[in-house]
């Protein structure tokens, strides 16, 4: 570990001796000319070297000293060390051809340099630092082999440009006294295999930043963006700006590789990308008004004067405001979409769910409007069924360790999620984004409660299905193998009755005639029990209220409980209420299931069962004062998934309460007009 740290500290002095010396080899080759009086100052600067040494060098001494970046700055380092031996031999170089000492063996040095001292900077920042940026670290797989291969081509091209026979740029200078003849034949061909190398290396190294942004996280992705906003600017700058500003718009590429190195304000890549696309549409938009006010004016009044120019920087003046309001806003729309804009978010969503052929599919549309709406790179939308299971469409790509999530409530409970990948894969989701989509949970929660009451639907239809195919089956048995049997043996005992008769034998005759009228006591018996399993005679016979104070209750009770408790049925309602045929069942059926429950579970010395109208429900509640239980530490039953289900068949609810000592409380509500539920 020590040893580790006495190298790295070893490297951090080697990289700020060699920045220093890079720095000061440029600021003398700007010296020169200043200096000898020699013009040759706007040359010297039209080349990047210039600018690149000491930019280069100053943050790659800065990157040199943090060791999760020491590699770039190393990279840095080198480069700006070439770059100003570059800047320096060509300035002694201009120096010799503007005074004519071009023979003195210093500026024949000088020219050699500016052979070949200009490739290491060139390729080491096109083709192998692509490969290694944010951090100093290229990509994992057949990806890690490319820097060497890299280093290899820039060593080579520079090996042979500095040993290639050729003139030094003086006429009195002799041939590279370094040049090996025995090359030039082949330098044409090598040259252009190691520009095609480097080329394809320069374009992979490019490629490798495409796959880096796409694997990465939230961080490195804007590392990676803020660099490719330093080389988009610059190289922008380059093809429309003029010298001056081609040589300082290179400072962006080391400013930019030093914020992402080190990770300074990562975050304001957006704020700069949508400031800089403002400027630049409204300075192009100014320059074309400035030449067409100034195109006319100089028309219309025959000359151009001070009168055009000052009429086109007015009408640029008028026009600045109105103009830089909608070209942020065209900007904010690129970026964000409809952020600045929620009520036409909202409308679109509002489209999308409007449009849609089924829930589900409303769903999936909504999700893709919210993701175009934002420029959001993905959306996910999970709806939580009645019965467990969850139901969920995704729009883009969504990852779960960078998603943000937003519960969806509707009426004071949770029907489904809404997960939104943060724009640029970033872990922070803007205060602004996060605003509107909490807005936007409203509708979205309604429609997944669409689909929650769609897929409640479709399971209910099939259950009644179900249902109805078991109670014919049921039926059917009980007639073929109960009822039928029956009447078949009271026909055959009435007709054997009628042949003993036929022979005079009435004492027989009235035993087989007992017999029958005892079979078909009992068939009379089964096909009650039949009826009575429809649907309780008792409704028919008392109503609902009345069933359950007659002997509903107490013949539950008796068949539970040895002690019959007190049941106390308190009944709130209208005379004049008649309750559907549907409602009375499962009234009756809830009441009967809950008093079991209550008998088996909690041995109350008193039950109380309270029926009133509720709105448009019929509330029915059954409590006791038994031991109770702690309902989260106890799995419900069949019995309580009966009632339960019996109510949702209605479009009801059934709640229970219970805590260890206070007893236990079941409370129904069931809609009076079913149909309007369903």
């Known amino acids: 570990m020590q040893d580790e740290s006495q190298a790295g500290r070893a490297a951090v002095a080697v990289a700020r001796s060699a920045s220093a010396l890079a720095v000061a080899a440029a600021v003398a080759a700007v010296a020169l000319p200043l200096l000898t009086g020699t013009g040759y100052l706007e040359r010297l600067l039209s080349t990047p070297e210039a600018v690149l040494a000491p930019a280069y060098a100053a943050a790659g001494a800065w990157l040199a000293g943090h060791e999760r970046s020491r590699r770039i700055g190393m990279l840095l380092v080198t480069t700006s060390a070439f770059a100003g031996c570059y800047v320096l031999g060509l300035s002694f170089t201009a120096w010799g051809e503007a005074t004519g000492l071009g023979a003195r063996p210093l500026a024949g040095a000088a020219a050699w340099l500016t052979t070949w001292c200009w490739i290491p900077p060139l390729g080491l920042v096109a083709v192998l630092l692509p490969l290694l940026l944010p951090e100093g670290r290229p990509l994992g797989g057949w990806w890690s082999r490319l820097p060497r291969v890299a280093v290899g081509l820039v060593t080579v091209a520079t090996v042979v440009a500095a040993v290639t026979p050729r003139k030094l740029g003086f006429t009195t200078v002799p041939e590279n006294p370094l040049g090996i003849d025995a090359i030039e034949p082949v330098v044409l061909p090598v040259g252009l295999s190691l520009l095609g190398g480097c080329v394809g290396l320069m374009l992979i190294g490019l490629a490798s930043l495409v796959v880096r942004f796409r694997r990465a996280d939230g961080v490195e992705r804007r590392q990676v963006a803020w660099i490719g906003y330093g080389v988009a600017a610059t190289v922008i700058a380059t093809a429309v700006a003029p010298w001056w500003v081609r040589a300082f718009a290179a400072l962006l590429i080391p400013a930019c590789i030093v914020v992402a190195a080190l990770r300074y304000r990562l975050y304001d890549i957006d704020v700069l990308v949508n400031r800089t696309l403002v400027a630049g549409a409204l300075l192009a938009g100014a320059a074309l008004v400035y030449a067409a006010v100034v195109g006319w004016a100089g028309s219309l009044l025959g000359e151009t004067s ?368 079913p149909g309007d539920h369903a």
């Open 306 to 673: 001070r009168v055009t120019s000052f009429t086109a920087a007015f009408t640029i003046a008028l026009l600045f405001h109105p103009a830089r309001v909608r070209v942020q806003r065209a900007v904010d729309r690129l970026l964000y979409g409809d952020r600045a804009d929620p009520h036409t978010l909202f409308l679109r969503v509002d489209d999308a769910i409007r449009g849609a052929d089924s829930p589900r599919l409303a769903l999936r549309d909504a999700a893709t409007a919210v993701a175009r709406g934002l420029r959001l790179r993905g959306v996910t939308m999970s709806v939580h069924l009645p019965d467990g299971a969850d139901v969920e469409t995704s729009t883009g790509h969504v990852d779960p360790r960078l998603a943000i999530s937003f519960t969806l409530d509707l009426h004071g409970e949770s029907v489904g999620v809404l997960h939104a990948m943060p724009r640029n894969g970033s872990a922070i989701l803007d205060p602004q984004d996060r605003v509107v989509l909490a807005a936007l949970t409203g509708p979205l929660a309604s429609t997944a409660q669409a689909v929650r009451l769609t897929h409640h639907l479709e399971r209910n239809r099939d259950r009644l299905v179900t249902t109805r195919e078991e109670e014919r089956r049921r039926l059917r048995r009980d007639l073929h193998d109960g009822l039928g049997p029956q009447l078949a043996a009271i026909a055959m005992t009435v007709d054997t009755a009628g042949r003993v008769l036929g022979r005079g034998d009435t004492g027989r005759t009235a035993r087989l005639l007992g017999v029958a009228v005892d079979q078909t006591a009992e068939a009379i018996a089964d096909v009650r029990r039949l009826v009575r399993g429809l649907r309780p005679p008792a409704l028919d016979e008392f109503g609902l209220v009345g069933a359950l104070t007659s002997s509903g209750l107490a013949a539950t009770a008796a068949a539970e409980a040895g002690d019959i408790p007190s049941i106390t049925v308190d009944a709130e309602l209208d005379s004049s209420l008649e309750l559907p045929a549907a409602v009375e069942v499962a009234a009756y059926r809830i009441v009967q299931e809950a008093v079991g429950n209550a008998l088996r579970h909690d041995a109350p010395r008193q039950i109380t069962v309270t029926l009133r109208e509720a709105g448009d429900n019929l509330a029915v509640t059954v409590s006791d004062d038994g031991t109770g239980f702690d309902p989260a530490a106890n799995r419900a039953g069949v019995g309580m998934a009966s009632m339960r289900e019996r109510a949702a068949e209605l479009g009801g609810t059934v709640r229970l309460e219970s805590a260890p000592g206070r007893g236990t409380t079941v409370a129904a509500l069931l809609p009076l007009r």
